[in-house]
């Protein structure tokens, strides 16, 4: 079945330091999703991104989907105590409806 | 907008029983809902698809017998779990998606169940 991967699955960085979360998945998707969880919540939408090596901004995060729409990034400039939680990538394929399949998710601490 | 709410936040249970779990949707009609499980500091795992009316798509592997789910309105969602055991225990976290060509997912806050 399809896997979404993800790289870290840990990242401790100092506050103002940059991070990045990679997402990796088996198959090709039709769009991929972000979502962070904080500690004890649940997942809070951030993006969607759909075409091919698409790029989109909000703030301080940068999403990228890969050319071959097989994995994305999110990255974080400057990061900042508010930033703390789990990032989740979520993928859907063609033909799956609005189902997604999770990637094994990026924990983020931030120290100050 | 967009509030997804579920019910209860958290039951202690005997083996052998059951429980239901609520999902609403508060101020939207959520033609899809979906039944996460998650585990400590792991991913979401799909169990099954809600659609207003039809029967849940269960993933592979996910007990349909076991993991009850009904989606009687367009605004609530119900997940019971039958005969639950210990390793039932887990975070059961609900979504929903507005309708036709919405894409993004709003999460319930979820339901902590530990089965003793």
């Known amino acids: ?112 | 907008g967009a509030v997804v709410s579920q019910h209860p936040s958290w039951v202690i249970c005997k083996s052998g029983t059951s429980v239901k779990i609520e999902c609403r949707s508060l101020d939207f009609q959520a033609t899809t809902m979906f039944w996460y499980r998650q585990f400590p500091k792991q991913s979401l795992m799909l169990m099954a698809t809600s659609n207003e009316g039809s029967k849940a798509t269960y993933e592979q592997g996910v007990e349909k017998d076991k993991f009850l789910i009904n989606h009687a309105s367009l605004t609530l969602s119900t997940l019971t779990v039958t005969s639950a055991h210990p390793e039932d225990s887990s975070f059961y976290i609900c979504s929903a998606t507005r309708g036709t060509g919405s894409y993004e997912q709003y999460f319930g806050p979820g339901t902590r169940l530990t089965v003793t």
């Open chain 1, 1 to 112: 079945g399809q896997q979404v991967m993800q790289i870290p699955q840990y990242q401790h960085v100092q506050e103002g330091e940059d991070f990045t979360t990679y997402c990796n998945s088996s198959t090709t998707l039709s769009n991929i999703q972000w979502y962070k969880q904080r500690p004890g919540g649940h997942p809070v939408f951030l993006i969607q991104l759909v075409k091919s090596g698409e790029v989109k901004k909000q703030k301080r995060l940068t999403f990228q989907f890969g050319e071959a729409k097989k994995n994305s990034s999110l990255h974080i400039t400057a990061t900042q105590t508010t930033d703390v939680g789990t990032y989740f990538c979520a993928g859907r394929v063609t033909g799956g409806g609005n189902k997604l399949t999770f990637g094994t998710g990026t924990q983020l601490k931030v120290e100050l």
